[in-house]
């Protein structure tokens, strides 16, 4: 049997030196091998990447994390499969630090997620993601998680198959309910009063400031989770709208069922037909939250207040 042509090594890294020793030798020896290399990481290390690589910075694709995987569910679609689908037939080098200190309790599971179904979207891809991990300052429970997320395990000296992988367990361990918001606007709708929920959030929206073009995102973001309510949730729904921790916070549920974790997250052939909602969603959204099972989905949708 051929090996897995995916690999997908989770570093845990202690300081800034063993980090830029790590991630310029994965970058060179790509560079070296005349592969597609990207780098999306958190801007502090993107700027010590770069003066490390010095000119042959300019060879690699350099994105800051915190914007382009600002919501780990663009990741996939937007950055990974975005730059991996430029290169068809070669051999691709990525860089990804979805998960970095200054993530919130909120963010987390989303990231946890993410990192799990990477694997189911790039298997059989002739592709290298490496994804660090500050093992200095991340809470030991996102270290034991990425044990379960990345089937090879690296530090600075030694790299090795880790022993309890089970990507499906995290997916599903953050399958959770979301939670009660606090004081929240509802409305139940159906296909006679859909615009009223695009009304409510932007209203919403620009009592907190929002600027146009971002209240027209939210407009469509809302649209598109209520259309799938009514095409594969029963026909029906319930939007929520909030604010909390400064941000804009919109929830539709139904009485659907997601049994695809990587619907949203796959792009899409502009030539072809077919619903693109949940991507959509995903990628304008800061920050989108799924709790799916039989006969009932919520979808939490976070926009971060200007």
Do not use: K
Request: aromatic letters at 6%; glycine letters at 10%; proline letters at 7%.
């Amino acid at each position: 049997m051929l090996a897995e042509p995916f690999v997908h090594p989770a570093f845990f890294y202690r300081g800034e030196r063993e980090y830029v020793a790590a991630t310029t030798a994965f970058v060179r020896a790509g560079l070296a091998a005349d592969e597609p290399v990207a780098v999306a990481v958190p801007p502090g290390n993107l700027a010590l990447i770069a003066a490390e690589l010095g000119a042959e910075a300019g060879a690699v694709l350099m994105l800051d994390m915190t914007q382009a995987g600002r919501n780990p569910g663009r990741i996939i679609p937007g950055v990974l499969r975005d730059f991996a689908d430029r290169h068809p037939g070669e051999h691709v080098r990525i860089i990804g630090e979805p998960i970095w200190p200054g993530r919130t309790a909120t963010e987390y599971p989303a990231c946890a997620q993410h990192e799990a179904l990477i694997n189911l979207s790039f298997a059989g891809r002739h592709v290298t993601i490496l994804c660090p991990y500050d093992a200095e300052r991340l809470d030991t429970e996102v270290l034991a998680e990425a044990e379960r997320t990345h089937p090879v395990l690296r530090d600075a000296t030694t790299e090795w198959h880790s022993s309890g992988y089970a990507p499906e367990m995290v997916v599903d361990g953050h399958n959770r309910p979301l939670g009660e918001p606090g004081e929240s606007v509802s409305l139940r709708f159906d296909h006679t009063n859909l615009s009223a929920v695009r009304h409510l959030a932007a209203r919403r929206a620009a009592e907190l400031g929002f600027a146009d073009d971002r209240i027209d995102d939210i407009r469509l973001t809302v649209a598109e989770l209520g259309a799938n309510s009514l095409d594969h949730g029963g026909g029906s729904g319930t939007f929520r709208v909030w604010a909390a921790e400064g941000r804009l916070v919109c929830e539709v549920s139904d009485a659907g069922h997601i049994v695809d974790p990587l619907v949203g997250r796959s792009p899409v052939d502009p030539r072809v037909a077919g619903s693109r909602g949940l991507l959509i969603v995903n990628l304008l959204s800061d920050l989108v939250r799924v709790h799916t099972r039989a006969g009932a989905t919520a979808i939490r949708v976070y926009f971060d207040a200007p």
